[in-house]
């Protein structure tokens, strides 16, 4: 095989002639993240996470050949935030709820999150209404989830040669499908096969899908001792006196109060530095004072938590929204695929404890009126700052707060930035 030179981002590396990109530069030790690529199959760059520049030109890197002499950037400002963007994309288009998934931590799409280093999206989540799809006899199919990959059809095929997977509808209408004739005859091996190739949770196997327990899964560990960076704050601040914090809790459960307490004795160190105002630690319902920073738990559903969050925008210098439901709405969003009538039917007239034609829904002037969804806060006021995960771990959230309110060094390590 004749062996050709070509340059990624103007480091010169050799492969054999006519390789596809993605395996010439990993030959060179340079990765180039994927989720549609998958070994003998031909490239289809159809998710677009590899795009890379050909001559000045985007590019999906896995339908590039290496050929003597091209000069291909990778990993640019420019294109490591169009990869971001093109996977932010993916998951606000599906509905990604990753703290109720079952594959969450073996799942490859969470885990180039992490890997670069999503925090929020820029872009509003759709809320699409999609079917989950449990008819197959082992295969559940959750279409929300599904990046349209196409690994399952190449790669899953009965022992007769039939393909199972495929799709339906065209255009962004286009979705997942499964034969349910052709699934019967997979053995329990080939549909964990299926489970395991789909770089997200859209192929599950019941009674399967959750045999290894979070917190053992592949990507739950992540690289020892790898950190992703936390941006500083501008200020030059070197300054000793107590800082000013107020908390506040929207739509969410108070999981990530209790996580901010779960630093036990460390709560001794923090009151040194800070002093809280309005939140619940404090039980101070209105602000005394203005405040250095404002924490923020929980999504906007309704008009009083609109009412707090603009009150903690007039008051607070810096906002941070922690946890999921504070980022994109999280568990409750769940009910932003349906509408809110049905939603409330179902809570108050149609529930399993409701009484005949003697249930109402509540509706009095005194009780905040719900939103038609629930409102991601960056949506909202402006939000400074966004802490992942379903809770964050209490020492991440304290660390994260101390590097912008101080400027103290911190490095996340990797198994601390989490979605779920
Ligand atoms: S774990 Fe993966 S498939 Fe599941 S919701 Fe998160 S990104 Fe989507
Ligand atoms: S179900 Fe999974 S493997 Fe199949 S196309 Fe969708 S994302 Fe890809």
Redesign the pocket.
Known sequence: MERISFTIDGRICASDKGLNLIEAAKQNGIFIPTLCHFKHQNPIGSCRICTVKLNGKAIAGCTLNVQEGMNIEVNTPILLDTRKAILEMMFVEGN???PS?E??GD?Q??NLGYETGIRSARFPHLFVERFIDAKAKRIVINKN?CIKCKRCFEEVTTNDGYKVFSFINKGNKTIVSVDYEQEEKLTESQAQYAMKICP??AILVKGKSLSKPFGDRIFDQGIPGKTIPFLKTNKNNNSTQKKLVATTSLAGCFGCHMSMLDIDLGLLDLIELVEFNKSPFTDIKKFTKRCDIGIIEGGCSNTHNFEVLRAFRENCDILVSVGECAIWGGLPALRNTISLEECLNEAYKNSLSSEQDETIIPNHEEIPKIFNKVYANHEIVKIDYHIPGCPPNSNHIWNVVKNILFEEEYAIPYPEFK?D
């Open positions: 990604h709820f990753c998934c594959k969450s799942c799409m969470q989830r997200t949770g979605y």
